[in-house]
């Protein structure tokens, strides 16, 4: 027959350390997941919005080509000689350095 012994927390601080545990856990999210997220967001954002013609970029799918016209939340990529793609202007991740 197996007995399982219950231990039992000091009354007086007890409460408290159940609230600070969970409340520490929302902390640690906050400023190692949700904050740095949002930080990427805010600078993709920025990035699509200062788009230009001209400009050697790369997709979220890896393909390299250079902004021929932006209208609206379309861009425009020439990706080889007469050869174009229109793609969405988030999905454009970053400029292209060789």
Do not use: C, H, W
């Amino acid at each position: 027959m197996l007995q399982f012994i219950f231990l039992q927390a000091p009354q007086g601080g007890s409460q408290l350390m159940g609230l600070l545990f969970p409340l520490l856990i929302i902390v640690v999210f906050y400023f190692f997941l949700i904050r740095p997220q949002v930080k990427r967001q805010k600078e993709q954002q920025k990035f699509v919005d200062s788009l230009r013609e001209g400009m050697e970029v790369v997709t979220s799918a890896g393909i390299i080509g250079k902004v021929v016209k932006i209208d609206g939340n379309i861009a425009r990529l020439l990706i080889d000689e007469k050869t174009y793609l229109r793609v969405l202007k988030q999905t454009i991740t970053g400029e292209f350095k060789a």
